[in-house]
């Protein structure tokens, strides 16, 4: 059993940064893939960044030039690097690992369904 628990996030102006953690109660290679999705009120939960163990990485285009995902192995931790945050960024944060997928490759759409652990979430409020 995987658990995941996230932190880092806040209330911030519109241009600022947050930098988002995940910690992982185990970690192990089986653990082929981890991502950050987030979801707002009325919405579906959408990807926003997803990493592989070799550190291959995949951005939702609306985030790509802003967002950057990392690992700490040696921590068990995930991490996400948010600048210039815009309002419509403003959701629940989630990390989330999978055993499905085995590498995050150009084109890669992650679905929700891939990953089977999830953590709490985190909030991200962004005000203009």
């Known amino acids: 059993q995987v658990q995941l628990l996230e932190s880092g996030g806040g209330s911030v102006q519109s241009g600022g940064s947050l930098r988002l953690s995940c910690e992982a109660s185990?970690?192990?290679?089986?653990?082929?893939?981890m991502g950050w999705f987030r979801q707002a009120p009325g919405k579906e939960r959408e990807a926003v960044a997803t990493i592989d163990r070799h550190g291959s990485t995949n951005y939702a285009d609306s985030v790509k030039d802003r967002f950057s995902i990392s690992l700490d192995n040696a921590k068990k931790s995930m991490y996400l690097q948010i600048d210039n945050l815009k309002p419509e960024d403003t959701a629940m944060y989630y990390c989330?690992?999978?055993?499905?997928?085995?590498?995050?490759?150009?084109?890669?759409?992650?679905?929700?369904?891939?990953?089977?652990?999830w953590g709490q979430g985190t909030q991200v409020t962004v005000s203009s």
């Open positions: 989330a690992a999978s055993f499905e997928i085995r590498h995050v490759y150009i084109g890669y759409e992650p679905r929700p369904s891939e990953y089977k652990y």
């Open positions: 185990a970690y192990t290679f089986s653990m082929y893939c």
